[in-house]
């Protein structure tokens, strides 16, 4: 009603009251998109990293013990490098389906084989405790920063992580043209 008024008192015809009403409700619902918009896209950020901080507690994902651990074991490492270079072989570019599903059963198999240091596994865990013996609060403090920088970066999503290392490196050209 108030947009009502001011649209009346400036104007002469019936014709142009309308469309200046339409003008200003317009303006208005466009406003009010754009300020809910952004309200979903800070609500969305904070759920995201809420559950990628979830999922990186729930799978004992701790980049720093994974980090360090990366750093020390060369044998662990190979292993990683070595499995992840098996799996797409040199001169292939294009996937189908049946490729993919390949390629995802072939990773699977690789993480079962190489031990990462992900998970709640007995051993893992007394790996966990020796590599913070210092004890304290500090080392569960550094293992909490672990999980929420592990959930941080599970809250980045693939399309981030992607672009991130098509910057670095031009994936789509590795395979041979044919």
Do not use: C
Not at 43 to 68: E, H, M, P
Not at 112 to 129: C, H, K, M, N, R
Not at 147 to 170: E, T
Request: charged residues 20%; negative net charge; aromatic residues 8%.
């Amino acid at each position: 009603s108030t947009l009502s008024n001011r649209i009346r008192t400036t104007k002469d015809s019936i014709e142009d009251e309308i469309d200046e009403l339409q003008t200003h409700i317009e303006q208005w619902f466009d406003s009010s998109m754009n300020r809910s918009a952004g309200v979903y896209r800070r609500n969305a950020r904070g759920i995201g990293i809420l559950i990628g901080i979830l999922v990186a507690v729930s799978a004992n994902a701790d980049t720093l013990y994974i980090t360090s651990s990366l750093s020390k074991d060369t044998v662990l490492r190979e292993a990683l490098t070595e499995n992840a270079g098996q799996i797409l072989q040199p001169g292939t570019s294009s996937f189908g389906v049946e490729d993919l599903k390949t390629v995802a059963e072939e990773v699977k198999d690789s993480l079962d084989v190489a031990d990462l240091p992900l998970g709640w596994t007995p051993y893992l865990i007394s790996e966990q405790a020796q590599a913070n013996q210092s004890g304290g609060l500090f080392s569960y403090l550094k293992r909490l920063f672990g999980w929420i920088l592990s959930g941080f970066a599970i809250a980045m999503g693939s399309s981030f992580w992607f672009d991130l290392l098509g910057k670095i490196v031009n994936v789509r050209n590795i395979g041979s043209s044919k």
